[in-house]
């Protein structure tokens, strides 16, 4: 009925015919991003949640080496496979060095912040990284920022405090090692400006594997716990779905619009949640919730906004 009265002029049935089957496809290529999305979401949360059932006996920089170490030959055979030799060569190495560095301190910072935080609540707040990549990229990258944006920031920016709660009894300094994982991962999100556009994603995956599992090799100097067949094992379950999950978010934001999927990226937090109170017996308190929500809530108004203006 509103079609018709809006239309100034009648859509012949042909067109509408053969816009049908682009229309169908395009929403099943949606729903199909959607789950790959959720699933990699799932795959990146069981990873962190591993991770934090590990700093428990091992230093974040162990965990690093030996997550990197593992996962290594699958991805380099996966390279090989789709990409070739060529795949293995970088047209600008020293941005994937800077790279694999800044990540390694993100990683270390966040897993051993979960040493002491809920998973819920370490999640929630390294989820303010895309909040502060609106700051980063106004100060690195000379990129105008409308007051929409720098509006949704601090509201999320006070989600952030929300949850860490500076100066009250309920404070945990280790908070704000998460949030200093997510100030690192936003630096991380900026480079990829830097990174030459004939490194493919495949490449760069390779290097974010080969370099930390290089760097952290010092940890083999580390005193080290006596390893128990569970420990084999969760190390061999990081390697596999730290990857995966790269991959699966990669190959969700390839088959639908950022603006579509993005938001699913949250979908974390009710894994974390989870997988915390499954786990650990662990349940976050309400001031994390509203916290939470607040982050979410501005990271999708950008996200959302984001997609409209650039469509």
């Given amino acids: 009925?509103?079609?018709?009265?809006?239309?100034?002029?009648?859509?012949?049935?042909?067109?509408?015919?053969?816009?049908a089957p682009a229309i169908l496809e395009s929403a099943r290529s949606n729903r199909w991003a959607i789950l790959v999305m959720c699933a990699g979401v799932l795959s990146l949360a069981l990873n962190d949640a591993m991770a934090k059932w590990l700093v428990e006996r091992y230093s974040p920089f162990q965990i690093l080496f030996v997550r990197s170490t593992l996962a290594l030959p699958v991805v380099a055979m996966m390279v090989l496979v789709m990409d070739g030799p060529t795949g293995f060569r970088s047209a600008r190495l020293s941005i994937h060095v800077l790279r694999a560095l800044l990540g390694i301190a993100a990683a270390y910072a966040f897993i051993?912040?979960?040493?002491?935080?809920?998973?819920?609540?370490?999640?929630?707040?390294?989820?303010?990284?895309?909040?502060?990549?609106?700051?980063?990229?106004?100060?690195?990258?000379?990129?105008?920022?409308?007051?929409?944006?720098?509006?949704?920031?601090?509201?999320?920016?006070?989600?952030?405090?929300?949850?860490?709660?500076?100066?009250?009894?309920?404070?945990?300094?280790?908070?704000?090692?998460?949030?200093?994982?997510?100030?690192?991962?936003?630096?991380?999100?900026?480079?990829a400006r830097w990174i030459d556009s004939r490194d493919g994603f495949r490449t760069?995956?390779?290097?974010?594997?080969?370099?930390?599992?290089?760097?952290?090799?010092?940890s083999l100097f580390m005193d080290w716990p006596e390893s128990e067949?569970?420990?084999?094992?969760?190390?061999?379950?990081m390697a596999l779905f730290g990857?995966?999950?790269?991959?699966?978010?990669?190959?969700?934001?390839?088959?639908?619009?950022?603006?579509?999927?993005?938001?699913?990226?949250?979908?974390?937090?009710?894994?974390?949640?989870l997988?915390?109170?499954?786990?650990?017996?662990?349940?976050?308190?309400?001031?994390?919730?509203?916290?939470?929500?607040?982050?979410?809530?501005?990271g999708i108004y950008i996200i959302v906004r984001e997609s409209r203006a650039n469509p």
């Fill in 229 to 237: 067949p569970l420990d084999i094992a969760i190390f061999a379950a």
């Fill in 243 to 273: 990857p995966l999950g790269v991959a699966l978010l990669t190959q969700a934001f390839r088959l639908a619009p950022a603006g579509v999927i993005a938001p699913f990226e949250y979908t974390g937090l009710i894994w974390a949640t």
């Fill in 112 to 191: 051993l912040s979960l040493r002491f935080l809920p998973l819920a609540e370490g999640t929630a707040l390294f989820f303010a990284a895309p909040l502060m990549v609106t700051a980063l990229a106004a100060l690195l990258l000379r990129d105008s920022v409308d007051w929409q944006r720098w509006g949704a920031s601090i509201v999320g920016f006070l989600g952030v405090l929300i949850i860490v709660r500076p100066g009250s009894a309920a404070f945990d300094p280790a908070s704000l090692l998460a949030v200093t994982a997510a100030a690192l991962y936003a630096v991380i999100m900026i480079s």
């Fill in 204 to 218: 760069m995956m390779l290097y974010s594997t080969l370099f930390p599992a290089v760097l952290c090799s010092f």
């Fill in 1 to 19: 009925m509103c079609c018709t009265l809006t239309s100034s002029r009648p859509v012949p049935l042909k067109a509408k015919m053969s816009s």
């Fill in 275 to 298: 997988l915390g109170w499954f786990i650990w017996n662990g349940v976050p308190d309400y001031w994390t919730y509203f916290g939470a929500a607040v982050i979410v809530s501005s």
